[in-house]
């Protein structure tokens, strides 16, 4: 016979140890009433029998989901995408931690009592792994769904500030208040000088001592700081924040860290990357598994030029293999990125994902500098805490009750986020927001610009005249351009280079320019230069 998995016919009363561990120390921190006896004991919930014999598999997990369902009150299990997770506490905080088979396992024993039924009786047996394998592979829909864990209130997608610490399903966010942190009420229709103030507490205390080449740079800084509050509200991805100088020691990770530490009340775990792709990829999904509010690339010495991490910022959800098994993983990408470099050289497609923080102390030791308005500034920073996060809170709320304008400025895959941040910024009276932003073009775009370079020389020399790749050589090497592409070898492998490059680039626009194919014939091309109309000119 099959026994359902009804808590009142259950014959067996012993509360699930770990799940109700996690569920005090849950509600110590959210001020939940658990359910007590007269005592004050926690009242003893029976478990339900589940027959694991003679019955189909997917019978079994529907029970199994019933009795973790009946377990879960209040929630500390959920589903993160496609991923079953569980929710804990430590000295540190909260954190999210993926349910295997191990864990799974654990649990069903906790939450459920099963048994083998035959002609005589029942025997205890403890919980199938078939059962635990499948709820981790496919979670069930009707746990609640959880993005993440912040530990400030944050905007949530339609504009309502989550105040109240625990779990919130609209937002879907767990909020970990800390002991002593208190932002106070947030005015629901902020008046113009408040507005003010919250601008000038940052660009007069926080950010006053960092040497920022231009107002844009400090719109930028500004933003990284915002950005952790409004993200549920921005559609799509957001660029990374590339805090950059001409030298060290200009405070490039302090402010990287200092993002970090308004946002979550803790500095960043600063990482970097390689050139090695597999080893990006892998350092991506390590760093999104653990579901930090801020990522530091930290120090980055050899440029950026990566397919994964132009990829990640150009995707709300990143998928991969966790790592050593063959199940996939997808994560939600809600991090503020940020890395910092000095002058690095960008390819295109990074640097059009970037929003560029420049700083500039103009002097060759800056870290010999001894005089700042607040030193240490992360003690600072840390002290006062509750009073930035209120002022970020502030120009997000007067800009919502406002009009919602969106930014004048635009940035090609992030739509979303420059309307949504540009449109706070410009509302507080911030100036500069994507302003500048051909300077970091320019310097990323090596290779177009010495394209360029090349066509309005070879222009001047043929004009539209049908020419070879053994002609056009000779006008790279009279000029020293596209050193790169030609190489140093014989005349002969310079030429095939060159020509190779050409069918790359034909049809591409530089400028005014356009290279067209002319002919081919006998496997050797012919190539004319054409002026394209000024009103279809790229850059």
Request: with cysteine; charged share 25%.
């Amino acid at each position: 016979m099959t026994v359902p998995p009804t808590i009142e016919n259950s014959k067996s009363a012993r509360p699930p140890t770990a799940c109700a561990a996690a569920q005090e120390r849950i509600a110590e921190l959210t001020g939940v009433s658990l359910p007590r006896e007269a005592n004050g004991e926690r009242k003893r919930t029976a478990r339900p029998e589940i027959q694991i014999n003679n019955r189909s598999l997917d019978e079994v997990v529907a029970d199994a989901w019933v009795a973790v369902a009946h377990a879960n009150k209040p929630p500390v299990l959920y589903r993160r995408s496609r991923e079953w997770v569980r929710l804990d506490v430590d000295a540190e905080g909260p954190w999210l931690e993926p349910m295997d088979e191990t864990a799974a396992l654990a649990l069903l024993a906790e939450v459920a009592s099963w048994v083998r039924v035959n002609d005589r009786d029942s025997v205890h047996v403890s919980p199938p792994r078939d059962v635990a394998r499948v709820m981790v592979r496919l979670p069930s829909k009707k746990l609640p769904p959880i993005e993440g864990i912040v530990t400030t209130p944050v905007f949530d997608a339609a504009g309502k500030l989550v105040l109240e610490p625990g779990y919130h399903p609209g937002a879907s966010l767990w909020h970990h208040v800390r002991a002593g942190f208190e932002v106070g009420a947030i005015p629901e229709k902020p008046s113009a000088d408040e507005v003010s103030a919250a601008v000038r507490l940052f660009t007069d205390d926080l950010l006053v001592d960092f040497p920022f080449d231009a107002a844009s740079d400090r719109a930028h800084a500004l933003a990284a700081f915002l950005l952790p509050f409004v993200r549920r509200m921005i559609r799509g991805a957001t660029p990374i924040h590339l805090v950059e100088a001409p030298t060290p020691g200009t405070g490039k990770s302090m402010l990287g860290d200092l993002v970090a530490i308004v946002a979550t009340g803790r500095g960043c775990e600063p990482t970097t990357i390689s050139r090695d792709e597999e080893e990006t990829r892998k350092k991506i999904t390590s760093l999104l598994v653990r579901g930090q509010a801020v990522l530091l690339l930290d120090n980055i010495r050899e440029g950026i030029d990566s397919a994964q991490l132009a990829a990640a910022l150009t995707t709300e959800q990143w998928s991969d293999r966790l790592l050593g098994q063959t199940r996939m993983l997808v994560l939600p990408n809600r991090a503020t990125w940020i890395a910092t470099a000095n002058n690095p050289q960008l390819s295109l497609e990074i640097a059009r994902r970037c929003v560029r923080i420049r700083l500039d102390p103009k002097t060759d030791r800056p870290w010999m500098r001894a005089t700042f308005k607040h030193s240490p500034i992360r003690d600072w920073v840390k002290q006062n805490r509750p009073r930035l996060v209120r002022a970020l809170l502030v120009l997000v709320r007067a800009w919502l009750v406002a009009d919602r304008t969106p930014g004048r400025r635009g940035l090609g895959s992030f739509e979303s986020w420059a309307a949504t941040v540009g449109g706070i910024l410009e509302h507080a009276g911030v100036r500069g927001f994507l302003e500048d932003t051909e300077k970091l073009y320019e310097a990323a775009d090596r290779e177009g610009s010495e394209w360029r370079s090349f066509l309005t020389t070879w222009h001047a020399r043929f004009g539209s005249e049908v020419v070879g790749a053994q002609e056009l050589l000779a006008v790279a090497l009279d000029r020293e351009l596209l050193t790169e592409v030609i190489g140093d070898k014989s005349m002969l492998s310079r030429a095939q280079r060159l020509g190779r490059a050409l069918h790359s680039i034909r049809d591409r626009k530089f400028g005014q320019f356009r290279v067209e194919l002319a002919s081919r014939a006998h496997n050797v091309s012919r190539w004319r230069v054409v002026v394209v109309p000024p009103a279809a000119a790229t850059s």
